[in-house]
């Protein structure tokens, strides 16, 4: 599997994302610039956490509309995977490439810490070596968290099974207590239509080692090379 991540002034997840892919791939992760528009040949993007462009205008904005971006999303409609986690997440929703938009945190503050997640669909590149039930941990790190979407999409996501994940008890209950941002529904990452783009808030590049404290998240990095090799 050929995997690429973005660099944009600002991102401080970057070379963590490239680290986790390349133990799963053994291969060297390409690093894009955000001014690249000729892109290597790739079966999935990153787009990664961090401050791009200094979080200036809201989280995302400007990323959205970085020359890298305009590729990306000729790709993504072709069919290359595409992972926005974090600030990537931001990006990709303000970019069209999933739906919803993200907000400030519930609480109005930085929330940094691990959090359990429920996996809520396992038919996808980024799930397949999860159990749709299943809980992991993963480490949040963010200030504008709180995914929101009118109703109409929301229902439009449950029913066409595009909830990636949700916030959720260690136990796998979906409560307000388990929130950590306000997310509406707890969701914590959605796919779009065709499972081939997903958006995520919380990092599993940062349990992707036992030396980080656990291996939850390295579990959809070895999936993608699986499914995409």
């Not at 660099?7 to 390409?30: E, I």
């Not at 069209?96 to 929330?111: C, D, E, H, S, T």
């Not at 790190?141 to 994940?165: K, Q, S």
Request: aromatic residues 6%; glycine residues 12%.
């Amino acid at each position: 599997m050929r995997a690429g991540v973005v660099v944009f002034p600002g991102s401080n997840c970057d070379r963590d994302v490239a680290v986790a892919l390349s133990q799963s791939t053994g291969k060297k992760t390409a690093m894009i610039w955000h001014r690249d528009t000729d892109l290597p040949d790739l079966d999935l993007i990153v787009v990664p956490g961090g401050f791009s462009y200094g979080d200036y205008l809201r989280c995302g904005a400007m990323g959205a509309h970085s020359p890298v971006m305009q590729e990306i999303k000729r790709r993504a409609e072709k069919g290359t995977r595409v992972l926005g986690i974090c600030n990537g997440f931001q990006i990709i929703t303000e970019a069209g490439l999933v739906p919803g938009v993200l907000m400030r945190n519930a609480g109005l503050k930085y929330v940094c810490k691990d959090v359990f997640l429920r996996v809520e669909d396992s038919q996808s590149a980024f799930t397949a070596r999860y159990n749709a039930g299943q809980i992991v941990r993963i480490p949040i790190g963010h200030g504008e968290g709180n995914y929101f979407a009118d109703d109409e999409t929301l229902d439009r996501l449950e029913g066409e099974g595009l909830v990636a994940f949700r916030y959720a008890t260690p136990t796998g209950e979906i409560t307000l207590d388990a929130n950590p941002n306000g997310s509406q529904r707890n969701i914590a990452g959605v796919f779009n239509k065709s499972r081939t783009v997903l958006g995520m808030m919380p990092h599993p590049e940062r349990l992707s080692d036992p030396k980080l404290g656990g291996t939850d998240g390295r579990a959809m990095f070895d999936a993608l090379v699986e499914t995409l090799a």
